[in-house]
Nanobody, 129 residues
Framework: VELVESGGGLVQPGGSLSLSCLSS????????MGWFRQAPGKEREFVAT????????YYQTSVKGRFTISRDNAKSTAYLQMGNLTPEDTAVYYC???????????????????????WGQGTRVTVSA
């Protein structure tokens, strides 16, 4: 399975950015997708997750209301729309997959990186004036 993120870049504080994660596998539509990030010198942290059908989402508290996770199963792509960005959002963003998990609800149990089977290579987001 290959996951390829795109859409990272430099953005000013208060700005918006949209990330994409393209999957190479047809099992994408039966899998939970998540976004994580890792800032310099810090551990990888959970950002958001979405159920296989897109009907359930769960966010880290600090991004709730600013970020939106979504997916298009026909395109095997997950998205992370980020708004009102701050310098604290600067990090490498990774998408990840729990392959074959058709749980109807996602939540705290999906915060752990160890729950995910596959990872992308990451895309860098820098928020700076």
């Amino acid at each position: 399975v290959e996951l390829v993120e795109s859409g990272g870049g430099l953005v000013q504080p208060g700005g918006s950015l949209s990330l994409s994660c393209l999957s190479s596998t047809r099992t994408f539509s039966n899998s939970i997708m998540g976004w994580f990030r890792q800032a310099p010198g810090k551990e990888r942290e959970f950002v958001a997750t979405i159920s296989w059908n897109g009907r359930s989402t769960y966010y880290q508290t600090s991004v709730k209301g600013r970020f939106t996770i979504s997916r298009d199963n026909a395109k095997s792509t997950a998205y992370l729309q980020m708004g009102n960005l701050t310098p604290e959002d600067t990090a490498v963003y990774y998408c990840a997959m729990i392959e074959g998990d058709t749980a109807m609800v996602v939540g705290p149990s999906h915060r752990q990186p160890s729950a995910y089977d596959w990872w992308g290579q990451g895309t860098r987001v820098t928020v700076s004036a």
